[in-house]
T-cell receptor, first 111, second 112 residues
Framework: RKEVEQDPGPFNVPEGATVAFNCTYSNSASQSFFWYRQDCRKEPKLLMSVYSSGNEDGRFTAQLNRASQYISLLIRDSKLSDSATYLCVVNRVGTGNQFYFGTGTSLTVIP | NAGVTQTPKFRVLKTGQSMTLLCAQDMNHEYMYWYRQDPGMGLRLIHYSVGEGTTAKGEVPDGYNVSRLKKQNFLLGLESAAPSQTSVYFC???????????FGEGSRLTVL
């Protein structure tokens, strides 16, 4: 079983739409959680960390459910510039502070 | 504010040739990582280091070697390149949990 699983999409949504991405992780010992954004042919960049209480950054809201081992990302009022691949990332210290990546969810925002 | 720097950015090799990718970070991070990214496979860990002088194998270490002689540098070597090693290679570094990973811009390697 993969450490982190994501729906690869693609998600094609119109400008202004709300879109949600989901991610599950297999190891309950995972400690830190992140959403990264990766533009085509670029490096991944941190979008936001995910906290147990949930957190929001402008149009982006991240949620963590440790009991269900589930992470979500909600994007409201989608912009053309949100088009990218979104990577769910999980961190666990026990194996040398390793990070485990989902394969990414592709989002295209259509005018 | 350089962050994580990878060199070279692009390289074309013939099967059997060797090369070294250099990763340098100026953030005094303890942890450094080499990943490869292939279509549909996501990022896969090749080798990593938890501090100067240490290295460890990741998920896909075969055909690669690494060294971390200085804290700021992490080198990835291909002793005898194979077409299966055609990929985009990303170096990353991290301070410690719960801090995030910082990535270099990537190195695109093609092995003919």
């Amino acid at each position: 079983r993969k450490e982190v699983e994501q729906d690869p999409g693609p998600f094609n949504v119109p400008e202004g739409a709300t879109v949600a991405f989901n991610c599950t992780y297999s190891n309950s010992a995972s400690q830190s959680f992140f959403w990264y954004r990766q533009d085509c042919r670029k490096e991944p960049k941190l979008l936001m960390s995910v906290y147990s209480s949930g957190n929001e950054d402008g149009r982006f809201t991240a949620q963590l459910n440790r009991a269900s081992q589930y992470i979500s990302l909600l994007i409201r009022d989608s912009k053309l510039s949100d088009s990218a691949t979104y990577l769910c990332v999980v961190n666990r210290v026990g194996t040398g502070n390793q990070f485990y990546f989902g394969t990414g969810t592709s989002l295209t925002v259509i005018p | 504010n350089a962050g994580v720097t990878q060199t070279p950015k692009f390289r074309v090799l013939k099967t059997g040739q060797s090369m070294t990718l250099l990763c340098a970070q100026d953030m005094n991070h303890e942890y450094m990582y080499w990943y490869r990214q292939d279509p549909g496979m996501g990022l896969r860990l090749i080798h990593y280091s938890v501090g100067e002088g240490t290295t460890a194998k990741g998920e896909v270490p075969d055909g690669y070697n690494v060294s971390r002689l200085k804290k700021q540098n992490f080198l990835l070597g291909l002793e005898s390149a194979a077409p299966s090693q055609t990929s985009v290679y990303f170096c990353a570094s991290s301070y410690s949990t719960p801090h995030e990973l910082f990535f270099g811009e990537g190195s695109r390697l093609t092995v003919l």
